[in-house]
């Protein structure tokens, strides 16, 4: 049947790590393996080429940094694989965090000189949260950087994950060679290639092949054969199932530059990582094979071009075929719509589409009626689950700058919260307390206020730490802390109410003084 067919072919997944790891550098080449890029360089260029013709990026090139997520796919050995970028910059956080919400795998790239960093802990909660199997890539080993035992120790023990390596590095620094692979039992060299794909130098099946010496020094044939033994000693046998659990996340060694360790990760990549498989809905669970059409809005892009206001929003397919012009319903109004022009990204293009499968992201065109979360069905009353608001970590108070322009101003602070540059609470009915992860998004908010929508604000600092969603069974004490702590209350868009603490502190003391009420760090509550 061709539902099932086009699920088992799917891989749809993300490329994480901490800033300058090599996560572009990564995603490039597998772009290259897969034929969709013939040069690396590409998806940087391609960045470039839009800063160009667009002010809003302006703002990312300047910055030196990728904004925007976007979707790259291709095909691969009979695969089609689906990479979801994310922004790597820390102030755009909550990006990936719901980029992460719409992808069936995670590859965690991590700097073998740096080893786990800040934000490679961050990233790993989100995955640890949600079950989402990873696999961690350690690149630059053609750096001296630690050593690989010691790395795997340090990954274990910070991000709390069970390790097992699938690939092994023959020495490392300026003589590191390739690398071995232990789930395939095979041995392949190539030579460094920045920016093409050359042919392997030898193929072989087992290091203690004499064949190798000609490539590298015994020495280091000696040492590789040790560490596989001691590796098959200590670390337990690789286990699928605890991989796509969430439990155990296979460790692969290279160089993404060199192209060394590449070809080994992404074609044990696409044997083991999970296609497209369940959902929660807030009704019920939703199987990718079911035949109806079900999916969800995880981002909304604003058009670039300022001469077209509209906007693109990115649908991830839960179950089902979706088509072109077909009917479907949007959950959370209760109303019909269909779309004629739903768009894909093969590599760098962007094309329109008839038809796409679960686990394919599609680009809506959007003229306002959807927003982060929303479900679209072929009738059934559902909404998923997963697509939480995270607590921002800044708030400031929104002033409008001019009066004439308030209309303008609250439009786009509207729209722009529903694309998730940042959370808008409501506080005493009208003030604007707008809420972000990074100090970035709040110039990003009143450039594009200013480009898009003619207003002009400031942002006046606020002391508060974390917001935290509150509910309780006790409607009583929940009036009572709503009202004795009227300035630190919100709402958010749904009018969920939110308490915003000053501190770690100050939260402490609201558990102990109302143990009946329930405070959470996402607005994502059962
Ligand atoms: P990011 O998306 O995670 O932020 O990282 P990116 O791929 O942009 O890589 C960050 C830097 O690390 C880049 O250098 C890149 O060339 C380098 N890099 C990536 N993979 C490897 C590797 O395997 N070995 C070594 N030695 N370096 C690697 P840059 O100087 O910041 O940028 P560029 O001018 O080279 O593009």
């Not at 090139?61 to 695969?79: H, L, N």
């Not at 088509?323 to 093969?346: C, V």
């Not at 004439?404 to 729209?415: A, E, N, S």
């Not at 969920?496 to 996402?522: C, G, I, N």
Request: aromatic share 10%; net charge negative.
């Amino acid at each position: 049947m061709d539902l099932t067919r086009e699920i088992a072919k799917r891989k749809t997944f993300a490329i994480i790590s901490h800033p300058d790891a090599g996560k572009t550098t990564l995603t490039e080449k597998f772009l290259l393996f897969g034929g969709a890029i013939q040069t690396a360089g590409a998806v940087k260029s391609n960045k470039i080429r839009k800063t160009a013709t667009s002010d809003f990026m302006e703002i990312e090139k300047q910055r030196g940094i990728s904004v925007a997520t976007s979707v790259m796919g291709f095909e691969y050995k009979g695969r089609r694989v689906n990479i979801l970028d994310t922004p790597g910059h820390k102030d755009f956080a909550e990006d990936t965090y719901r980029t992460l919400t719409a992808v069936d795998s995670v590859i965690l790239v991590v700097d073998c000189v740096k080893g786990v960093e800040a934000q490679t802990e961050r990233l790993m909660e989100v995955c640890s949260m949600r079950h989402t199997p990873v696999i961690i890539f350690i690149n630059k080993m053609d750096r001296e950087g630690r050593n690989p035992f010691e790395l795997l120790d340090e990954i274990e023990e910070k991000l709390q994950i069970q390790v097992r390596p699938l690939t092994w590095p023959i020495s490392q620094g300026q003589t590191f060679k390739g690398v071995y692979n232990m789930y395939n039992k095979e041995l392949n060299l190539f030579e460094a290639n920045a920016t093409k794909i050359s042919a392997s130098l030898i193929k072989i099946k087992s290091p203690d092949d004499p064949e190798l010496l000609k490539w590298i020094p015994e020495s280091f044939c000696e040492k590789l054969n040790e560490d596989i033994d001691l590796i098959e000693g200590v670390y337990e046998p690789f286990s699928e199932d605890l991989y796509r659990d969430g439990l155990l996340a296979p460790v692969f060694f290279g160089s993404a530059i060199n192209n060394f360790g590449v070809q080994e990760l992404l074609d044990t990549f696409i044997q083991i990582a999970p296609s497209p498989h369940e959902r929660e809905a807030a009704q019920r669970t939703v199987i990718a094979s079911e035949e109806a059409l079900t999916g969800f809005v995880f981002k909304i892009h604003a058009n670039l071009d300022p001469n077209h206001r509209d906007r693109t929003a990115f649908f991830r397919i839960c179950s089902g075929k979706f088509e072109r012009n077909k009917f479907y319903l949007h959950t959370r109004l209760g109303k019909k719509i269909r779309f004629s022009s739903p768009t894909q990204f093969m590599a760098n293009e962007k094309s329109v589409i008839d038809e796409a499968w679960p686990g394919d992201v599609i680009g809506l065109y959007d003229n306002g009626s959807l927003k982060i979360g929303d479900t679209l069905t072929e009738g059934e009353d559902l909404q998923f689950r997963g697509i939480p608001s995270f607590s921002p970590e800044i708030f400031k108070v929104l002033e409008n700058r001019d009066p004439l322009k308030t209309k303008q101003l609250d439009k786009g602070i509207r729209q722009l919260t529903e694309e998730g540059v940042a959370q808008l609470f409501i506080q005493y009915g009208s003030r604007k307390i707008v809420g972000t992860v990074g100090e970035l998004q709040f110039d990003v908010i009143k450039f594009r206020l200013e480009h898009e929508y003619g207003a002009q604000c400031d942002f006046l600092p606020l002391r508060y730490h974390k917001a935290f969603w509150i509910t309780s069974d006790n409607k009583e004490q929940l009036q009572e802390f709503i009202r004795r702590k009227s300035n630190a209350i919100a709402l958010d868009r749904e009018d969920h109410p939110v308490f915003l603490a000053e501190s770690e502190w100050m939260l402490k003391v609201a558990r102990e003084d109302y143990p009946e009420l329930e405070f959470h760090a996402t607005s994502e509550f059962k």
